[in-house]
């Protein structure tokens, strides 16, 4: 079945630093892949969808220059979290939708605990 | 505003029982349904996608039915396994952009 990766898959930083995460298809090209945010005990929230080769867009609420996202390739997303606070820790996650597939599945990869010190 | 809703109290049966879990929502015409399984510290696992014109769907022990009319769709897993013990999730797509919205999630707890 199709595969994504991420990393790092734990993370921890002081406040104010970036962290970079990235998510990768690994059995498959992906032209869309999605970024969420997941706190305890509860539901996935979609930050933004990435394009390959073109701007994210951004779930309203989602500050895009807090979270900035590059879809430089077909099986490359990365998310970073710029000048984090402790608010930012959260479990990050990505997914990617297998277009061979029939694109409406979306595959996920297994998390980014990020804890912002 | 558009709500999906899964019973937020976990669900505790027995091993070798069928398990029954709810995906209710509201305001919301999705194109499609889908079941993921979630692990704690991991992300969802895929399970099974059931179209707007499709009323039931299977593979192996799991079962899904997707009730338009109703706004309801109720995930079945038959003889129940400790491991299937795990958070499930529904999640509606088919909107632009091929978005899923997700529901919060069940927690199953089989005991044996």
Known sequence: GAVVSQHPSRVICKSGTSVKIECRSLDFQATTMFWYRQFPKQSLMLMATSNEGSKATYEQGVEKDKFLINHASLTLSTLTVTSAHPEDSSFYICSARDLAGGGDTQYFGPGTRLTVL | ?112
């Open chain 2, 1 to 112: 505003s558009q709500k999906i809703e899964q019973n937020s109290e976990a669900l505790n049966i027995q091993e070798g029982k069928t398990a029954t879990l709810t995906c209710n929502y509201t305001n919301y015409s999705p194109a499609y349904l889908q079941w993921y399984r979630q692990d704690p510290g991991r992300g969802p696992v895929f399970l099974l996608l059931i179209r707007e014109n499709e009323k039931e769907k299977r593979k192996e022990r799991l079962k899904v039915t997707f009730d338009t009319t109703l706004k309801q769709s109720l995930f079945h897993i038959t003889a129940s396994q400790p491991a299937d013990s795990a958070t499930y999730l529904c999640a509606l797509g088919g909107n632009a952009g091929n978005m899923l919205t997700f529901g919060g999630g069940t927690r199953l707890m089989v005991k044996p």
